[in-house]
């Protein structure tokens, strides 16, 4: 048993691809139309064997309560690890990317919290 | 602010090491990331840390989530599994990353990955080269 996938709702899967793609850094793995929506998937431009990041569209009601919830308390989603949280700050912020977390320290690691721009709160952190 | 950062501050507050001794273990970290594949052992770790073996390893494990020897054994078996992927023996692989015998080096291989050294070279080569074995090497140590 392996950890492959790890699933992120998102409320546009277009508007997440280019986000995740072109400013984040991901690229695209997977991306298998199924009606309506898509069986959409990134990874890590240097682990790009590694775990894959599902985009979920955001169809179920409940689903988008419980995001809305979690977003509004600035809670993350999930966690990337960048090797430098200062200098990701800075690049994304040029590109227009808004953080409800500025670079802080905590303890051994140093963290960031930033608005994906579709609808959740997405945490930078690095390991010193 | 957000309940989230609420949290983050009080946590920082109430839970985290005082920045001082963050920083001696951040080096001591720091120290096992560059020289994992030399002899070093506790004793050696903790002097860079400026701190007695006992109280380093109970503060490295509240700062980590981990022990420094079970630290130090992650990234030697992380460099094992791209050495023996790009190609090595088992008795080499064993030889650079540091282990002092390959019965206590298989025995620990296994622990951390579920296959003997010799098992995990072969599957790696029955599926090919990939990123995720791409020859990226630290300084090693002759």
């Not at chain 1, 392996?2 to 709702?9: D, G, K």
């Not at chain 1, 546009?12 to 959409?40: C, I, N, R, S």
């Not at chain 2, 990234?75 to 790009?86: E, N, T, V």
Request: with cysteine; net charge positive.
């Amino acid at each position: 048993m392996r950890i492959r996938l790890m699933s992120l709702l998102v409320d546009d899967q277009e508007k997440a691809l280019k986000f995740y793609t072109e400013t984040l850094g991901f690229v695209k793995k997977t991306e298998v139309p199924m009606g309506e929506h898509k069986w959409l998937t990134v990874v890590a431009a240097d682990e790009q064997d590694g775990v894959e990041l599902v985009l979920e569209p955001l169809a179920f009601p409940p689903a988008k309560t419980f995001q809305k919830a979690l977003f509004d308390a600035g809670i993350p989603q999930t966690a990337f690890q960048v090797d430098d949280v200062e200098e990701q700050y800075r690049r994304l912020l040029d590109l227009g990317v808004s953080f409800s977390v500025q670079p802080t320290a905590m303890g051994p690691v140093r963290i960031a919290v930033l608005d994906d721009t579709c609808g959740n709160n997405i945490q930078l952190f690095e390991m010193l | 602010m957000t309940w989230y950062s609420s949290q983050l501050q009080m946590i920082r507050e109430q839970h985290y090491l005082k920045a001082r001794t963050v920083g001696h273990l951040v080096k001591a970290k720091q120290f096992i990331d560059d020289r994992y594949c030399d002899p070093i052992d506790l004793r050696v770790i903790a002097r860079a840390a400026c701190l007695s073996r006992f109280h380093f390893t109970r503060l490295f494990k509240h700062c980590y989530g981990r022990t420094p020897h079970q630290y130090l054994t992650e990234k030697r078996i992380g460099l094992a599994k791209k050495l023996l992927a790009d190609g090595a023996t088992v008795a080499e692989t064993c030889c650079r990353i540091g282990f002092d015998s390959p019965n206590s080096f298989s025995a620990k291989f296994r622990q951390y990955t579920g296959a003997s050294p010799s098992e995990y070279r072969k599957k790696q080569y029955s599926i090919g080269p990939s990123a995720e074995n791409a020859p990226i090497l630290p300084r090693i140590k002759s």
